[in-house]
Structure formats: C-alpha cells, structure tokens
C-alpha cells in the first residue's frame, strides 16, 4: 500500500493544484473509469438498436407453434399441481420445506414462461392455444390430449389433492418427475426442430431447469 501510495505521489506531483492533493492519472480515476463504462455500455446499446438483426422475430414453422401452445398445457397443470401441493400445508399437514420451495419456484418459473409462450404466438399470428383434442402433431406422432407424455390424470391429481404429510411428498415428487420428463422430450425435439431462435432458447432453457429439477425430486423422495 504504501509503495502504491508513492507511484502515485511521483507520477501526479507535476499536476498538482493544492498542496497536499493528489492528482491520480485520468485513467486511474475511478469517475473517469466509470464515465468510460458508461459511455461503452450506451454505444452498445445504441448499436443493437440501429444495427439491422440478421433474424425475423416472426420467423416460425409448425414446430414452433405446435410446442408452444402444447407446452403452454403441460406448463399449466404443472402449476396447478405445485398449488395444489402447497395449500396442503394450509390443513395443517407438514410438508417437506425444499419440495414445497422446488413447488414454488416451478409456479413461479413456468408462470413466467407461459406468459412469454403465449406472445410469442400473438407475435407469429398464431392461435394462443391448441384448441383441437390432439396434441404433438408438430412432433409427427398426434396423440389425445389425455395421453401427452407426463400429464397427470384426474385420478393421479385427486390423490394429489388427498394426500398428507410424507405420502403428499412422495405423490407430488412422483407426479412432477414424470411431468418433467414429459416436458423434456417435447422440448428436445423442438430444439432439433423449431425455426425461431427465442422458441429454440426457451426450449433449451426448460430442458436444463426440468433436468435439474428432476434430480432434486429423486434426492428427496428416492424416485
């Protein structure tokens, strides 16, 4: 410290105006330093904005709307079984604190997702939900809604909604692994087929979240 003190003494003695005041390099400043990265973080965005972009933001093909509006159902009862299991504690039951948190953050995350899947398809032009009794037909396999891998049925919900305590733990982890599987395989198949870049990284961005999330339910509930 005190040798840095006296390089800085001997290389801004000459511009000292008071005595007593040291004045620092202009590239030692820690304003000056701050207005540059100001001045760095503005002109990259001024570019992004003006530079054209390579892609269309619209750019789309039935991959891509058939595994938004499908996953936008796979995400809801995802949502709705993560409730469920939270408001059991509301009667009293005790629940696991890192399940109940792994339930929160699927509301919260997949909350979010169906609220960016839904604009994307007011942004292609496209129905915001599949209002057929298929699903992945986008996948070249359609299927009855009721058999979309990893959607619970209503028995498997109503068990859901009954259980207590340690069997409510092990009902929801069970349910939810087989849900994330369910979301993986049609994620990864738009990831090799989907046309639009955002469609591509949000599919990329659920496998990776559903993935982690599915080796934490195991740990907790020896699936």
Known sequence: MQRYYRVCMSESRSDDTDEGTIALPWWRSPLNMSLVALLLVLTGFVLGTVVPRGDDPTVHNDVDTGFLQDMRIHHEQAIAMS???RSIAST????DPLLSTIALEITMDQGME???MVQLLR??????TNESSQVMGWMGHATDLAKMPGLATDEELTELHNARGKEADLVFGRLMIAHHE??????????DNAKNPEVRAL?????KAQTGEIAELRKLTGE
Request: without cysteine.
């Open 83 to 85: 409730i469920v299991y």
């Open 92 to 95: 009293g039951s005790k629940l």
């Open 182 to 191: 369910g979301g993986i395989h049609m994620a990864e198949y738009a990831l």
């Open 123 to 128: 942004l292609f032009g496209e129905a915001e």
């Open 203 to 207: 599919a990329k961005a659920m496998i």
């Open 114 to 116: 169906t609220g960016r």
